[in-house]
């Protein structure tokens, strides 16, 4: 166990809906790390926060946005889906913005 | 992209020692070695990191070359639990984009009874 929480653990939704992942850090993480993992892409970074501040970009699609809260939990949320955004999708924490990062145990996205 | 090359797939007899090799030719000084490994679908598991010195913990030990050009993870005793998709990633020791993970297709390690 990582320490690194995340809710749901399963998601099924149609296409054009906008749904919600969220992601709790390990105790005393300041940042937040979200990456995609679908199929044909392997694991690819999205979006980091860092103490409430978006730190990063990857590749992150433009329907897709995230925050922090002020309590360090954060949240993606992805609209307009389509069926390519059917994936797996994990949350990592560190310490700051350059410990080792630290991963949950994801949500699964299903659009049909 | 990712900067490391790692075989494809491994196979590795249950007890003994598992060697994954990973090339990083293009390090720079101030890029650490990492690994981690994804059992089936699970999130990544962090396993080890190092910069020049080889390191050792209880899950496995990391030797880098001298030139820190190479390295390999070493799982001592294999278990059939260790049958995973292992990643090195080399990573700058900064914040911003330069401190994110970029996951390459990793090593698929096969441990056989």
């Known amino acids: 166990d990582s320490g690194v929480t995340q809710t749901p653990k399963h998601l099924i939704t149609a296409t054009g809906q906008r749904v919600t992942l969220r992601c709790s850090p390990r105790?005393?993480?300041?940042?937040v790390y979200w990456y995609q993992q679908s199929l044909d892409q392997g694991l690819q970074f999205l979006i980091q926060?860092?103490?409430?501040?978006?730190?990063a970009k990857g590749n992150i699609l433009e329907r897709f946005s995230a925050q922090q809260f002020p309590d360090l939990h954060s949240e993606l949320n992805l609209s307009s889906l389509e069926l390519g955004d059917s994936a797996l999708y994990f949350c990592?924490?560190?310490?700051?913005?350059?410990?080792?990062?630290?991963f949950g145990p994801g949500t699964r996205l299903l659009v049909l | 992209d990712a900067k490391t090359t790692q075989p494809t797939s491994m196979d590795c007899a249950e007890g003994r020692a598992a060697n994954l090799p990973c090339n990083h030719s293009?390090?720079?000084?101030?890029?650490?070695v990492y690994w981690y490994r994804q059992i089936h679908s699970q999130g990544p598991q962090y396993i080890i990191h190092?910069?020049?010195n080889n390191e050792t913990n209880e899950m496995a030990s990391l030797i880098i070359t001298e030139d820190r050009k190479s390295s390999t993870l070493i799982l001592p005793h294999a278990t059939l639990r260790d049958t995973a998709v292992y990643y090195c990633?080399?990573?700058?020791?900064?914040?911003?984009?330069?401190?994110?993970?970029?996951f390459g297709k990793g090593t698929k390690l096969s441990v056989k009874p």
């Open positions: 990592a924490s560190s310490a700051s913005g350059v410990e080792t990062q630290y």
């Open positions: 105790s005393g993480d300041l940042s």
């Open positions: 926060y860092y103490n409430g501040e978006e730190r």
């Open positions: 293009t390090i720079s000084g101030n890029e650490y």
């Open positions: 190092g910069l020049k």
């Open positions: 990633i080399v990573r700058a020791y900064y914040g911003g984009s330069q401190g994110n993970l970029i």
